[in-house]
């Protein structure tokens, strides 16, 4: 059976995270070229901009690349329609379902991820038309579920028949070699590239990513139903604060509104977004993509003695 990557014309099961904010055709395009799959992160942009990404990435590669859809944009129906039009090799979602517009990705020739947090959304994904599904872990960056790589991929792969790769918590060979005993067919990471030469953010991003220690991200708004991991700053302890008084969605909302821009374009320290997963703390140096990657699976292949993907 062919493994994702030769599915996918990819010489690493290694998918680069959608990242919204972060994930543009700089570090897509460089992803790709090292070998992996790297992803534009449309976010809260619109269908324009994401068209401009795609002109932009193949200027830098003629290797595949994805688009990742966050399904709570406003403009999700006018992105998706781009994706197919564009006919981008592999789509990447979160924060829903993809079920409307998975029919029209498949016409097109797209290759359909979407990550999931449990396994009740896996199955939904998988009897929807999904190729495979990204299980995420709740130790990533970003919007996280509940359970943890560990315990959430070995479920979710036991529960479908469709490609499973894994994600969270992932940031060297060794997150890549237990993956592959989990019996995921691959990785998607994020933070670990956050750190990369070739990413498209302030400075002050990569060096919170590159001082961060093991306890340095903190979830934010559980009670308020939307969870986000990021590195702990004054704009995190006022977040806990409304977590304190049982503060409402909205109001939670109301203060992350223009957040990540402030730590991806600005650099605000202090009243930033920086979303991170809990492995900030195993980077510690910036380095190009390709040589993030190829360490990664250097020592991947030294652990499992050079045995491949079991899918």
Known sequence: MATIAEILGIKYPLFQGGMAWVADHHIAAAV???????????????????????????????????????????????????????????????????????????????????????????????????????????????????????????????????PVLAAGGIADGRGVAASFMLGACGVQCGTVFCASEEVNIHQNYKDMIIKAKDTSTKVTGRKAGAPVRQIRNQLTAKFQELEDRNAGFEEMEALGVGALRKAVVDGDTKNGTFMAGQIAGMVNEIKPAKTIIEDMFAQANEILGNAKPVC
């Open 32 to 162: 790709s070229e090292a070998g992996g799959l790297g992803i534009i992160g449309v976010g809260g942009a619109d269908e324009n901009w994401l068209r401009t990404q795609i002109q932009e990435i193949r200027k830098l590669t003629d290797k595949p690349f994805g688009v990742n859809l966050m399904l709570m944009n406003p403009r999700a129906d006018e992105i998706a329609k781009v994706i197919a039009e564009e006919k981008v090799k592999v789509v990447t979602t979160g924060a829903g379902s993809a079920q409307k517009y998975i029919p029209m990705w498949k016409e097109a020739g797209c290759f359909v991820v979407p990550v999931v947090p449990s396994v009740a959304m896996a199955k939904k994904m998988e009897r929807d038309g999904a190729d495979a599904v990204i299980a995420e872990g709740t130790e990533s960056g970003g919007h996280v579920g509940e359970l943890t790589t560990m315990a959430l991929v070995p479920q979710v792969i036991d529960a479908v028949n469709i």
